[in-house]
């Protein structure tokens, strides 16, 4: 396989990383992790589901039902991973950073290659590398169930713990774990240079694989006594993985996830262009309503004008309502008056009933009130003029009063 990603390892990128837990040897149920991460691997335009202890699962094209903790392993021999120790006030700055940083130690021009990362501890971050053109072509025939998953390296999906290195045996080639976030899938005749390469101490050599005999010719002899074998692939090696890789999600930047527009437009087709329908309906109903209502309109404001005319033939027409309204109004209220002739006959009335009153001047202009002068022989005379109105249902005010000679010259305001 070519590793035209990997250059010559550097003594900062295999330090030792921080333990999780310790293996035994042995796959005992206490250590196996109950929160079990599934993996996806995508090979040769096929996704294969693997859940830990059982067979892998080949995944049809139609609809994918995929466990819970699943994550898609790209393969390790495409994208490299690595360890790079970055400054806090650094950290903010890093995604520009990084080609610059890791400049030297690819072959490639950085300007084609896709960078990915996430903290570690202690100041180190976990570091991915991968083609543009690959990630293009992933993200291009992935189906979108799998494009939805946490993208890692399948290499970071086997168990490790600290001073351990953990080696799958998969026919011609081997999936190397040797660091916290760090792995790489190798040609089998190319382990032994690997292994001499790491030049780090560790205890445990842990190997998954169907030949013991094979794998173990393929191991340098000094790391045989470190090495404990376990029958069994991926799906077995699971069993004692972590539920979450520790190494970056490659969905990041320009490849980060996008809304699944397409699949919401697949289940929200109908009722958009259901309610599109709707919407233009409605809209052409409206405008029919106005037309039909602005035509009425026009109707009734020529036959308002032409009501106006019937009454005032003559005369400048600015506004045909509010005219007729003021019109109306003082019609109206001329209405309510009474006639004058029976409000006299009542006053006269009235007088007459009071001893000794002059009725001395009526003044009407054609109002709603008249105005009365007459002489009575006192006040209390006057007040019984006031009375005897009342009692006609003729509202009667006392304006001016004046005692004069031997009697009482008032003045009296009646409304009608």
Not at 34 to 47: A, I, Y
Not at 111 to 127: C, K, M, N, T, Y
Not at 175 to 185: D, H, I, K, N, S
Request: net charge negative.
């Amino acid at each position: 396989m070519p590793l035209s990603l990997f250059f010559g390892q550097r003594a900062s990128y295999d330090a030792a990383t921080v333990s999780s837990y310790f293996f035994t040897g042995v796959a005992n149920p206490p250590l196996m992790n109950r929160e079990n991460l599934n993996v996806v691997r995508w090979q040769q335009g096929q996704g294969f589901l693997l859940r830990p202890g059982h067979a892998p699962q080949s995944l049809g094209t139609g609809e994918m039902r995929l466990p819970e903790n699943t994550c898609l392993a790209l393969p390790s021999d495409r994208v490299r991973n690595l360890t790079v120790p970055v400054a806090p006030e650094e950290v903010k700055h890093l995604r520009r950073a990084l080609p610059f940083m890791l400049e030297e130690s690819l072959l490639e021009d950085v300007s084609e290659l896709h960078f990915a990362h996430a903290p570690l501890r202690d100041g180190l971050q976990a570091v991915g590398v991968v083609k543009r053109a690959t990630i293009n072509h992933w993200m291009e025939e992935m189906p979108e169930p799998l494009r939805e998953l946490p993208w890692v390296t399948e290499a970071l999906c086997l168990p490790w713990a600290a001073d351990q290195w953990t080696l799958l045996f998969e026919s011609e080639s081997v999936l190397v774990r040797w660091g916290e976030a760090e792995g790489a899938r190798i040609e089998t005749a190319l382990l032994p240079a690997l292994l001499d390469s790491l030049n780090s101490e560790q205890d445990v050599m842990v190997a998954y694989g169907e030949d013991e005999a094979a794998a173990k010719a393929c191991i340098p002899t000094q790391f045989h006594d470190q090495m404990q074998w376990r029958q069994g692939g991926l799906s077995e090696a699971l069993l004692l993985a972590e539920p979450v890789p520790a190494g970056p999600d490659l969905r990041q930047g320009e490849f980060a996830p996008q809304l699944p527009l397409r699949r919401w437009w697949g289940v929200w087709q109908q009722v958009v262009i259901a309610l599109g329908v709707a919407l233009i309906l409605k809209t052409g109903l409206s405008i029919a309503d106005y037309q039909t209502l602005k035509a009425e309109d026009l109707q009734l404001r020529q036959a308002i004008q032409d009501s106006y005319r019937r009454i005032n033939p003559t005369g400048a027409v600015v506004d045909v309502e509010k005219q007729l309204n003021r019109q109306l109004a003082e019609l109206g209220a001329g209405a309510q008056h009474r006639a004058f002739t029976p409000v006299l006959v009542a006053l006269l009335s009235a007088a007459g009933e009071v001893p000794n009153i002059t009725l001395t001047s009526v003044n009407y202009s054609g109002g709603r009130e008249i105005r009365v002068n007459l002489s009575a022989p006192n006040f209390q005379s006057v007040e019984q003029v006031r009375e005897q109105l009342g009692q006609r249902s003729l509202a009667a005010s006392l304006e001016s009063s004046n005692a004069r000679g031997d009697g009482v010259v008032a003045r009296l305001r009646v409304e009608i």
